[in-house]
């Protein structure tokens, strides 16, 4: 998939998910990849007080944007994101939760089962 994004490392991360679908034959990837190849005006933006209300406790999500720190949180659970917010990554971080990135995620779960898509 060629896209314009002058953005280096998003244009990386989507040939890693590129190469992660095909190599583990995961659609999830394919999806997420899609995804982050949109123009910026419409790419995922999501608050915690999002994922608290459509996420339950030890759940594993894939935001293919940005989370920002707006609501509360009070679910333990792991969030896979292009990009957080300082805000964000302490309110995971404090319910015991984990803010990884993209690859971090496909790297330690490559055939993903029970993981959310949060669009």
């Known amino acids: 998939m060629v896209f314009g994004s002058s953005n280096r490392y998003l244009r990386m991360t989507v040939r890693f998910l590129e190469v992660a679908h095909r190599r583990y034959n995961v659609g999830l990837w394919a999806t997420v990849a899609v995804l982050l190849s949109r123009p910026r005006r419409g790419r995922v933006v999501v ?3 999002e994922l608290n209300r459509l996420l339950n406790d030890g759940d594993v999500a894939v935001v293919p944007g940005k989370v920002l720190g707006d609501g509360e949180l009070s ?3 792991t969030v896979a994101a292009w990009a957080f917010s300082k805000t964000a990554i302490s309110k995971i971080k404090a319910n015991g939760g984990e803010a990884l990135s993209i690859p971090e995620l496909v790297r330690r779960m490559p055939k993903p089962s029970g993981v959310k898509i949060i669009t």
Do not use: I
């Open 47 to 49: 608050n915690v007080g």
């Open 75 to 77: 679910k333990r659970v």
